[in-house]
């Protein structure tokens, strides 16, 4: 039922614990994120719940999370979360836009988007980011971004954006691999790619939380990540890693139940971690699996890196996680080296995402 009546907005609260007497709203959060996606492309486990979610709102050290509730009559119709880098050159706030589809149109996404973008300004950010799902489907009216690669159905919420004055920057891939597939091909992948890298390259690997002297080593090629992965003209502040800050990601990740396997590359002349990739799956074992960073340094791209860490990593993961049948991960269309290593492996897209930007 549609209804002029102007929501009611206030802070998100977050709760010491989940079972606290107000953690309902951080609840409520968490079910709200997977409904969204769910609606949106019918895959609620690309959301994460409110327990893997809860640490990372816990800990503020390394970004800023803000979230704001609306309401109408007292009843839950809408949430808006912002996320600040607290980089000293970090100018962007980045938005999640959470309004269910019944209550779309009522006025409550606008309001929720002004209050966003008014607690940017107030925080000093000229940028605003937002990340919209699109099914992997024609319609009408298809969007392409400022890449020129890669192309999304308009929805609401791209309708809403635009309107708004953000402008499409690029389009990712969400693309799935089947666990349960003949691991043949994986093999051979990673025999070949390792026979092409050389004798410069070897191959480490960990479960979470990092070996003490793997930490610095590690929080250097992670800080990359800011800066040599394709992402358009979206506005992302170079990372600043260090081992500590390592130990406190982690803290996060784990914190929730969630594991982590990795697999890097180590560049042996210099003892350098020239690659990585990482797979992560929550509490629930039997869950999706899903891909967290995978880079290759620039310095060190050509060798094959890219297919080493991640057929490596799959290949360790279904001796890990037996019963997880499902990897999903996220690449820039731009980014044809690493999708060419997903569709040779066996990953087929699901859905897309558009990045936006607004500049204030």
Known sequence: MNTTTAPTITPLIVPASLDASDAAEFLAFGELNRRICDEQVGLPDLAPDAAQMLPDWQDQTDSLDLGFVARIDAEIVGMITLSLALEAEAHAAEIDMLVAEENW??????????????????????VLQLWSLHRPEESERMLVPRTGWGRIPATPLSDLVEAA??????????????????????????????????????????????????????????????????????????????????VRREARLLGAGQAVSVVAVEHVPTGELVAYNELLIAADRT??????GTLVRKDHRGHRLGMIVKSANLLRWRELMPQSTVVSTFNAEENRPMLNINEAVGFIPVSY???WQKKL
């Open 165 to 246: 004055g953000f402008t499409l920057e690029q389009v990712e891939r969400n693309s799935e691999y089947d666990l349960r597939d003949d691991s043949a091909p994986l093999r051979s992948a990673l025999a070949e790619a390792t026979a092409f890298a050389g004798a410069e390259y070897r191959v480490v690997a960990w479960d979470m939380p990092t070996p003490p002297e793997r930490r610095e080593g590690f929080a250097a090629v992670l800080a990359r990540l800011s800066t040599d992965a394709p992402s358009g003209d979206m506005d992302f502040a170079e990372e600043s890693w260090d081992a500590d800050r390592v």
């Open 287 to 292: 869950g999706v699996t899903h891909q967290f």
């Open 353 to 355: 995402a558009g990045a």
């Open 105 to 126: 149109g009522r006025g409550i996404e606008e309001a929720l988007l002004a209050r966003a973008e008014a607690e940017a300004r107030a925080r000093g950010r000229s």
